[in-house]
């Protein structure tokens, strides 16, 4: 981590009014901790690092046409009362030393975008993420209201995007990501609060990149919270591909469901790790946590690992997480048909990770899925 | 030239010795039965037809019009017209069942030197199909016999059969779970597959079956040898009597 923290001295030292004064201070801490060790055990922190450290803030950072109900706001042109709602914002219930780059991005980015979302939405919600740090984004779904987020990327090169949501009293997002590109370094951070009974879809596709890791943050804060996580990966030879999903269930009678299968090509990396936090008090809790990966050659590289931690007795909690071969039984029955071994294989991974293709841009994503699979 | 012809067949799964000399040979036009205890080798012999990797050929040979079938891949030999309807098929989610179909018909055509269907024509003449099994045409958007009923999986089975037009259809167990509706129209798919071309392999614990599909001969697979032949009468005897007599 030494060469990391050199890194640093080329990080501004200007610590902007919406971020806490000690940033610096914890930036430097968290670095050096057992949880960023433990987090990044299989992405390396300091390349991470050192490759945002050597990246420009967005230029081309354009949110473009905004639905009708939506409100923009630059964290630097925001009054003295709502500098303090961003700070809190960022604050809340942050684990900071589980995500350090948090505060480099921060740093880098030096402003940010508060993003209001006053009602339901007819079209939905589009970023489009650009190269470089992007400037973090709080997205405010206003209660009761029904919103769909498409979160895309074409970027080449060094990316970075930190993304906060809170979703109010009764409302519903659905949010379909897809990052297709295996050309990029790329760290984000997604962090999703839930207010009472409001419901939070997540459709997430990636593949591989030469640095790929996806950190996702879901908080079941308000009673009758709930979330639905589904995703596909796919790693090609000489990519990597890490995400962690952390829940935490803290209000009651919260659910929660991640659903995610992976395909690992070649001699590549891909890993899952699902976090399941129920804390004291979140009685009624209904968790399930299921992750499947695919390794199709001898050097594809796979580490799952499902973690528990359970506060409280009245939970419903059930986790699975497998690694295997394509299944043989399978393969005979296609061959038997008449479908030639490379055919029957493929039919087999496409249809795997069609088992977690949904949301939105389901149609465009199964085209671009294949393309990867074929690649 | 026989169509299928097995000769002193002796087979192994795991190291254990299944199949220990069994003969076989059916002729195209004909249609067999084979029945036989729990445990005696039927689906081995199935499964060995159609190439299932684990069963090893340890004596004997299989030629299918004449060509030696063992050195030949699953794939193969359906080009060539060999069709197992599995006793358990298998379940294929995010596969929807038109999309194997297409791949089965698409693959059977271009080894026959024959172009694709399109794909409208080809949707049309399975949902013909599917609805002369009384299949509901939903099904062919699920997944591969995915969540489909015991009976749906045997009507699914058939509707390959069909599709595919084999040379020797083998049905391993393809009557057991069906309802009394569901066996008739089961049976009458291969009353209609069947013609002076072609072969029926049916193996069965019943002999309801027979009263609609008739054999030529009915055979009794017993320890992994053929210990009885005779025709459909046969089958009457072993549902009255058991297989004690011809085991014993
Ligand atoms: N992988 C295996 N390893 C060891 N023994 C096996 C294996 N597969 C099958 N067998 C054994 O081979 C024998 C024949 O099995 P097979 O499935 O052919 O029977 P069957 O006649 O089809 O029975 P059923 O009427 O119950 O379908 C059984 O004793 C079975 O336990
Ligand atoms: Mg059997």
Redesign the pocket.
């Known amino acids: 981590m030494g060469d990391g923290v050199t890194a640093l001295d080329r990080l501004s030292s200007d610590v902007p009014d919406w971020l806490d004064r000690d940033a610096w201070a914890r930036i430097k801490l968290n670095l050096e901790g057992p949880g960023a060790r433990e987090h990044w055990k299989h992405s390396s922190l300091a390349k991470t690092l050192e490759a945002l450290v050597g990246t420009e803030r967005s230029v081309d950072e354009d949110l473009g046409e905004l639905p009708n109900g939506v409100e923009t706001l630059r964290f630097s042109e925001a009054d003295s009362a709502t500098l303090e709602v961003i700070r809190q914002r960022l604050a809340h219930r942050m684990d900071w030393s589980r995500y350090p780059l948090a505060d480099v991005v921060n740093l880098i980015a030096q402003d940010g975008w508060m993003i209001r979302v006053r009602r339901s939405l007819d079209t939905p919600l589009i970023i489009d993420a650009p190269s470089g740090i992007n400037s973090p984004v709080i997205i405010e779904i206003a209660p009761g209201a029904q919103v769909e987020l498409h979160e895309v990327s074409h970027a080449t090169g060094v990316q970075a995007r930190l993304i906060n949501i809170v979703i109010g009293r009764d409302a519903k997002l659905v949010h379909a990501r897809h990052d297709f590109v295996s050309d990029c370094e790329h760290w984000q951070l997604l962090r999703v609060t839930l207010d009472d009974n409001a419901s939070y879809q997540l459709h997430s596709h990636v593949v591989g990149a030469r640095l790929r890791r996806i950190d996702c943050q879901i908080l079941l804060e308000g009673n009758g919270a709930t979330a639905e996580l589904t995703g596909t990966g796919i790693t090609n030879d000489g990519t990597h591909l890490d995400q962690r999903h952390v829940v935490e269930h803290i209000g009651r009678a919260t659910t929660s469901r991640n659903k995610l299968h992976n395909i690992a090509k070649g001699k590549s990396r891909c890993t899952f790790n699902g976090r399941i936090h129920i804390h004291a008090g979140a009685s009624g809790t209904d968790a399930d946590l299921q992750n499947k990966n695919l390794a199709l050659h001898e050097s594809s590289e796979i580490n799952t690992k499902p973690e528990l931690e359970i506060y409280d007795d009245d939970v419903k909690c059930a986790h699975g997480a497998t690694v295997g071969q394509l299944d043989e039984h399978a393969l005979f029955y296609l061959g038997s048909r008449g479908i030639e071994p490379s055919l029957a294989k493929r039919l087999l991974c496409i249809g795997f990770i069609t088992e977690c293709i949904d949301g939105p841009l389901a149609d465009e994503l199964r085209g671009e899925l294949l393309r990867h699979l074929d690649s | 030239m026989s169509l299928l012809q097995v000769d002193d067949l002796h087979v192994t ?2 190291g ?1 010795l ?1 199949l220990k000399g069994l003969t076989l040979t059916i002729e195209a036009g004909e249609v067999h039965a084979i029945m ?10 199935a499964n060995v037809l159609a190439g299932r990797p ?1 069963f090893e050929i340890t004596s004997g040979t299989v030629n299918f019009e004449g060509v030696d079938l063992t050195p030949l891949e699953p794939h193969q030999r359906a080009h060539a017209g060999m069709f197992l309807a599995f ?1 358990y098929p298998i379940e294929i989610p995010g596969v929807s069942n038109m999309e194997f179909l297409k791949a089965a018909n698409d693959s059977q055509r271009a080894a026959a030197g024959l172009e694709a269907r399109s794909a409208v024509e080809f949707m049309k003449s399975v949902r013909t199909l599917a609805e002369s099994l009384d299949l509901n045409p939903d099904f062919l958007k699920r997944g591969v016999n995915e969540g489909f009923s015991g009976g749906e999986r045997k009507r699914n089975e058939i509707l390959q059969m069909l599709m595919l037009e084999p040379k020797l259809a083998v049905l391993d ?1 393809t009557d057991s779970g069906l309802d009394i509706d569901a066996l008739q129209t089961v049976a009458n798919g291969i009353n209609r597959y069947h013609n002076s071309g072609n072969a029926v392999l049916l ?1 069965t ?1 019943y002999q309801r079956l027979l009263n609609y599909v008739v054999p030529d001969q009915v055979h009794v ?1 017993a320890d992994g040898r053929i210990l009885e032949s005779g025709d459909r009468r046969l089958a009457e005897k072993l549902e009255a009597e058991g297989y004690a007599w011809v085991t014993a």
């Open positions: 799964v795991d254990k299944i036989g205890p729990n445990g005696s080798g039927k689906s081995t012999l684990g006793q167990e193996i614990h697979l």
